[in-house]
């Protein structure tokens, strides 16, 4: 069943962005910026992430798969990075991962899509790439799928 997701995308980074994994959540393997002292982060790899980013969502589900491409403005604070677009939300910034707060969710075609587990990777001030999974509900149908995000500027 289709919903045509159209703009779903980031609203994520309208969305960027953005999670449940908090900044010292990954496996010891990943490069999360962890300090390894049970919560605490290291400070963030890059400074100037003000600015307005293109957004190319990938997405993959039971539904329908699309590419959406869209702006966001991104604020940087401290650790904290604000996603502005259709949808804003919060992600905190731990070395060069960036993960959201809380899931993120808003109406869509009659139901109500959820986005969770938003994790973006910053390979430079001007580059990431993410992963987010979500979820589409109205009444008794449900779609599932994920996002591959990348992000530039």
């Not at 997405?59 to 798969?65: A, E």
């Not at 060069?96 to 587990?117: H, K, M």
């Not at 589409?136 to 591959?148: D, K, L, V, Y």
């Amino acid at each position: 069943m289709q919903h045509g997701r159209g703009w779903a995308t980031l609203t994520i980074v309208g969305m960027l962005v953005a999670v449940l994994a908090a900044c010292g959540g990954g496996d010891s393997t990943s490069d999360s910026g962890d300090s390894g002292d049970g919560g605490s982060c290291a400070e963030p790899s890059f400074s100037d992430l003000t600015g307005i980013w293109t957004i190319e969502n990938k997405i993959t589900g039971d539904c329908q798969d699309e590419v959406d491409v869209y702006e966001v403005y991104v604020e940087l604070s401290g650790d904290q990075l604000r996603i502005i677009g259709k949808t804003s939300f919060t992600a905190t910034l731990c070395g060069s991962r960036a993960a959201a707060d809380r899931p993120i969710s808003y109406v869509r075609n009659g139901g109500v899509e959820t986005v969770t587990n938003l994790v973006l990777q910053f390979s430079s001030d001007t580059r990431f790439t993410g992963t987010a999974a979500w979820t589409w509900t109205f009444e008794s149908s449900t779609c599932s799928g994920n996002m591959a995000i990348t992000g530039g500027r």
